[in-house]
């Protein structure tokens, strides 16, 4: 279990490393967190040529918030995550979430814009990143481009990511303070990959939906964006029938994949059980 | 001040946790690199093996001089099977060594070995019991007539009646899935060439380093003079570490051929696809029960899978065979009939792993009672009551004697602490909120410390059993003892130390204990089988009591006295009734240097002792309470109780971590881990991503209480306490499951009880609450 030989480079600013992207190309990977390119590469299921170090791009190490929007860099790692980054339902849903993700010691390397960009099917942060529906900003000598996550993920380990892109900013719209969020997950042991898991966020107004957010991930080849039935739950009374009648909706509407963990029966009944139970704590 | 009985500090661990460890790795820098190139598929004919032109690579064809790895069984129902340290024609199970390379580093080598083309003529692959069982199987082995490779049947005289007279039959198909022991701590070995004397030292990470030179020897050709083996610090072996390897004969035979050295370090892969497995059984049962609850009979037919070979020196037998004499378990029963065969396939070599096939049949005995007390309306724990065994010494059916035991008493004690009635309450009282607690008991018997008739009775070639120790003191009164046991990290040299600081009056830190090099130890099996406590403890007392007793006759002489008077305590002897005392420091150094003193004393403080015992019986109790959350099947172990009895405590503490890890074990058993094969026998869980040892979080705080029940079987009144924790979880969890889905009426028989298995048995029972 020794990765294959490779050669490294550890750029010490962006216009370097974008420079370093432009000429190796497919021939590159870049190395963040290495908490998923590492065990690729020792298992040799990754071979690349050259691995483009961005540990030292320290422009790319932030967290900012402007009036509507958070802006994560590259260099963000999960741990970042463990109190919440901004006040309000957005800075609790990813406080939340961020203790699903691995565990402690991964969590201090890995990032999260390297799990964007791994594009995991069960990644949590792909998870919210599609619910909430991010932006990415790419970047490369070529210049700057900002994809919808709608257009981002392209399936298993798949993105829209070029060659010569890095993945330098993720922006998620902030929430405000009349949001609940939900999340719920299911997993073997702690900080395995999820079977099945949802994020629900709602704007509740005397009693009534005025906005929904819902997604599951974990069960098919990228995180699912449930939309069709967000416009259903918009205008209903927030209530447990509604709850159930989404949850079972939502068991209905996926073709989920099958695995020796869990079937795509098995998995369905986990759509339904994340549902239901991030959508009743977004009501509560 | 005694030393038995002290929670003491385990001696091995300074050094352990400060990083002073030394484990194969460890010893491996200056070494060559050694891979296998291991096949891609589960059966087939090697048409060819295409080597890189000037890299080091050596095939079957270049080893045909080695002997296959064959150990025997002397029982006619037994086929030997030769396993090819590195096979010439025939592919036997996916992951199974075919070529092996030798580079500067192992990056070098994993490089070399995939440019080793292997080309394969594929055959459908034997995997699971159906096909290798199947009327026209194909036999997996052309040597042998079936896929059966072992068969032990019994039928007691009275065993027809009872079935026709029983008030209910229970009849159940049990099914354990297949375990690695997963060691934390891969497999791993040093080979070392010394050009001066020929010699080969072999540093290796298993339990018998002995019976690996023996083995090695053998096959090699090679005098056993030639070969020292070393286990150094030993990460975990559990059973997996006991059997002779062929990856270790290629060590050995490199390091020959090339005259250097050369290692290899097992990565978690490799010993996920091919080391070994265990506990890939399929068992079915039908007991007869009078009205009242009492088992009268029991009819068993069981299988176990045992891969592709017959692990040395303990062979394929010892899943089946031990489960054929000892599924009577702690019930008192007197009609018995059986039927145990080892079933080969194309798939990684069965080998014992921590409390063999105890853990399976424990589940299934355990199962049935539920069962059979829910269908006669009886509670679970006095159907219990009314068939353990209370009356000693018992022979079972199969003729094993049980030294004396406290089945019931440990039941009951545990039923107390578990305080069921409150337990029943919030169980019921949580059903109106939808959620689903229960609790599970599990009682058995665990066989250990058993010496050469236990081994001999199985028909095994090389019996093993005894312990020889060599016990010395120094001139200084320090104390040296080497044993041909062979700790793998249970602290096995704190309680020996503990032991023999009883038997001599000093202090545990004055024993100096040498153990896993067999040129600085007598012959012995190492560690596996709940012995060496029970075993290696009894020879090094006995060894130490030899000394004392020399001990005692020199203090006498220089203290004029009759050596019935002298106590060895605390570094002194002393006379009793008086003040005389001298230092046992002194004492020793007089038997050394004025050895002419001492008529009918040879010189010097140095005895040996054997010990080669019939075995006795541990007992426990396990209670589980578990919460399942029916919608996702996620189970939750909210408590779990242990009351054992393993005699006397020698060190609780390590008692305590023994059983702790054991339960582990056991609830990965219950709850998490699992091989799985496709239908072509490739490896679908080849890393801890898919196979899942649980963590912490997943095993809850495990609570241990103590029975001491002292048996004449054990010169220590130790009995062996090593594979307990593991063999009674999987039913006290199951059984709980069971209890909380008990609304549902549902019943399960599959380990492990993973949640898409309970999720389709709720599904299956209308218990699913999104149809
Ligand atoms: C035992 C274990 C358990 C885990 N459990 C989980 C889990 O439950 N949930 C979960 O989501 N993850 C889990 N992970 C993965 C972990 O979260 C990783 O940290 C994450 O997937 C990748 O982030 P990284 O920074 O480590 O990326 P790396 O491993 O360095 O890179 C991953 C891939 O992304 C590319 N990449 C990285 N950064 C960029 C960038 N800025 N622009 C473009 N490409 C980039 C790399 O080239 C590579 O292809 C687990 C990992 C381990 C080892």
């Known amino acids: 279990m020794k990765a294959a030989a490779f050669d490294y480079l550890r750029p010490a600013g962006l216009g370097e490393a974008l420079a370093l992207l432009a000429t190796h190309k497919d021939d590159c990977k870049i190395l963040a967190g290495g908490q998923s390119l590492v065990p690729a590469m020792n298992f040799r299921l990754a071979r690349p040529a050259i691995l483009i170090d961005i540990n030292d791009l320290d422009e790319l190490d932030y967290l900012r918030a402007d009036a509507d929007q958070l802006k994560i860099g590259a260099l963000t790692r999960h741990a970042a995550f463990h109190r919440p980054v901004v006040e309000g339902p957005l800075g609790t849903l990813l406080a939340k979430v961020v203790r699903h993700i691995a565990h402690y010691p991964i969590r201090q390397r890995g990032t999260f814009a390297g799990s964007l960009s791994h594009a995991d099917p069960a990644s949590e942060w792909c998870?919210?990143?599609?619910?909430?529906?991010?932006?990415?900003?790419a970047k490369s000598a070529r210049g700057e481009r900002v994809i919808a996550a709608s257009d981002f993920f392209h399936g298993t380990f798949t993105t829209a990511l070029e060659p010569d892109e890095i993945l330098a900013e993720i922006r998620l719209p902030l929430m405000t303070p009349d949001w609940r969020v939900g999340f719920y997950e299911f997993s073997r042991r702690a900080g395995d990959f999820a079977l099945g898991m949802a994020v629900a966020a709602t704007r509740v107004e005397d009693g009534t939906i005025r906005e929904a957010r819902l997604a599951v991930g974990g069960v098919a080849d990228r995180a699912i964006r449930l939309g069709l039935l967000e416009d259903q739950l918009v205008g209903k009374p927030a209530s447990l029938a509604i709850i159930d009648a989404i949850a079972r909706e939502a068991r209905g509407m996926i073709e989920p994949n099958g695995d020796i963990h869990a079937s795509p029966e098995y998995r369905r009944d986990l759509i339904a059980a994340s549902v239901k139970r991030a959508l009743t704590e977004a009501l509560a | 001040m005694n030393w038995i009985g002290r929670r003491l500090p385990r001696l091995e661990d300074p050094a352990l946790l400060k990083g002073g460890g030394s484990y194969v790795a460890d010893r491996a820098a200056k070494a060559a690199a050694v891979s296998f190139v291991r096949s891609p598929v589960a059966r087939g004919t090697i048409v060819d093996i295409e080597i890189p032109s000037d890299a080091t690579v050596f095939t079957g064809r270049d080893l045909v001089d080695v002997k296959p790895i064959r150990p025997i069984l002397h029982r006619p129902d037994y086929v030997a099977i030769g396993q090819p340290v590195l096979p010439i024609d025939r592919v036997s199970f996916c992951g199974q060594a075919l070529a092996v390379v030798v580079a500067d580093d192992a990056a070098l080598a994993e490089d070399i070995a995939e440019q080793v083309f292997v080309d394969i003529d594929v055959a459908d692959a034997i995997i699971n019991f159906e096909t290798a069982l199947a009327p026209d199987a194909t036999p997996v082995h052309p040597e042998a007539a079936s896929n059966v490779l072992v068969e032990g049947r019994m039928k007691t005289q009275g065993l027809d009646k009872v079935f026709a007279d029983a008030a209910e039959i229970v009849a159940l198909d049990v099914r354990s899935h297949r375990q690695s022991a997963a060691p934390m701590e891969n497999r791993g070995g040093l080979a070392e060439y010394d050009a001066g004397s020929g010699r080969v030292t072999l540093t290796?990470?298993?339990?018998?380093?002995?019976?690996?030179?023996?083995g090695i020897a053998d096959t090699l050709d090679m005098p056993e003079s030639d070969l020292r083996v070393i286990a150094p610090d030993v990460g975990g072996g559990f059973g997996q570490k006991m059997s002779l390897f062929p990856e270790y004969v290629v060590l050995v035979w490199l390091a020959r051929k090339l005259k250097r050295s050369v290692a290899w370090i097992e990565d978690r892969r490799e010993n996920l696809l091919a080391s070994a497995h265990s506990r890939d059984q399929a068992f079915s049962l039908r007991g007869a029960f009078a009205k009242d609850g009492r088992l009268l009979g029991l009819e068993a037919d069981l299988r176990s899978n045992i891969g592709a070979f017959s692990c040395y020196p303990v062979t394929c037998g010892v899943e089946p065979l031990m489960a054929f004499a000892?599924?009577?378990?702690?019930?008192?029963?007197?009609?018995?009939?059986?039927?145990?065969?080892?079933?080969?396939?194309?798939?990684?070599?069965?080998?014992?792993?921590?409390?063999?096939?105890?853990?399976?049949?424990?589940?299934?005995?355990?199962?049935?009672?539920?069962?059979a007390a829910k269908r006669l309306g009886i509670d679970a724990a006095e159907i219990r009551r009314r068939n353990l065994i209370k009356a000693f010494p018992h022979r079972s059916p199969t003729g094993l004697v049980y030294d004396e035991g406290s089945y019931l008493q440990a039941m009951e004690v545990a039923i107390d602490a578990a305080d069921l009635p409150a337990f029943r309450a919030r169980q019921s009282a949580l059903r109106t909120l939808g959620r689903y607690l229960g609790v599970g008991i599990s009682v058995f018997s665990e066989r250990t410390g058993y010496g050469t008739p236990a081994y001999a009775a199985r028909g095994m070639d090389i019996v093993p059993g005894y312990e020889i120790v060599d016990c010395s003191m120094d001139p200084s009164g320090d104390v040296v003892l080497r044993i041909g046991s062979s700790p793998h990290g249970q602290g096995l040299k704190t309680s020996l130390a503990q032991l023999v600081s009883d038997e001599l009056g000093i202090e545990p830190h004055r024993i100096r204990i040498i153990s896993g090099d067999t040129d600085a130890t007598p012959y012995g099996w190492g560690t596996f089988a709940s012995r060496s406590m029970?075993?290696?403890?009894?020879?090094?007392?006995?060894?130490?009591?030899?000394?004392?007793?020399?001990?005692?006759?020199?203090?006498?002489?220089?203290?004029?006295?009759?050596?019935?008077?002298?106590?060895?305590?605390?570094?002194?002897?002393?006379?009793?009734?008086?003040?005389?005392a001298m230092e046992i420091g002194a004492l020793a150094r007089a038997a050394y240097h004025q050895s002419h003193r001492f008529e009918g004393l040879l010189p010097g403080l140095h005895e040996n002792a054997v010990y080669d015992p019939g075995g006795t019986f541990s007992n426990a109790c396990h209670i589980a309470f578990v919460e399942v959350d029916i919608e996702t099947a996620g189970v939750r172990v909210d408590r779990f109780l242990v009351v054992e009895d393993a005699g006397v405590l020698i060190n609780p503490m390590i008692v305590d971590g023994q059983i702790t890890g054991g339960v582990a074990q056991g609830i990965a058993n219950a709850l998490f881990e699992e091989i799985v094969y496709d239908d072509t026998g490739n490896l679908l869980t080849a890393s801890f991503a898919d196979y899942l040892p649980p963590t912490a979080a997943e095993i809850p705080e495990i609570e241990i209480m103590h029975m001491e029940t002292v048996s004449p079987e054990s010169v220590?009144?130790?009995?062996?306490?090593?594979?307990?924790?593991?063999?009674?979880?999987?039913?006290?969890?199951?059984?709980?499951?069971?209890?909380?889905?008990?609304?549902?009426?549902?019943?399960?028989?599959?380990?492990?009880a993973t949640p898409q298995r309970i999720r389709e048995a709720l599904r299956r029972a209308g218990g699913a609450s999104y149809a």
């Open chain 2, 204 to 214: 290796a990470s298993v339990q018998m380093p002995h019976m690996l030179r023996t």
């Open chain 1, 127 to 137: 998870l919210v990143a599609t619910t909430l529906r991010a932006e990415m900003v």
């Open chain 2, 326 to 371: 000892e599924l009577p378990g702690p019930y008192d029963f007197a009609e018995y009939g059986v039927r145990s065969r080892g079933v080969t396939t194309n798939t990684c070599m069965m080998a014992p792993y921590r409390g063999v096939s105890r853990p399976t049949l424990t589940f299934s005995m355990e199962r049935m009672m539920d069962v």
């Open chain 2, 534 to 580: 029970v075993i290696a403890g009894a020879a090094s007392k006995l060894a130490a009591g030899k000394i004392a007793v020399k001990l005692k006759t020199i203090a006498a002489t220089l203290m004029e006295t009759s050596s019935d008077n002298i106590e060895l305590k605390d570094g002194w002897a002393r006379v009793s009734h008086s003040n005389q």
């Open chain 2, 716 to 752: 220590t009144k130790a009995k062996g306490v090593g594979e307990g924790g593991a063999i009674g979880a999987p039913a006290a969890v199951v059984n709980a499951i069971c209890d909380a889905l008990s609304p549902f009426g549902i019943e399960l028989f599959e380990l492990p």
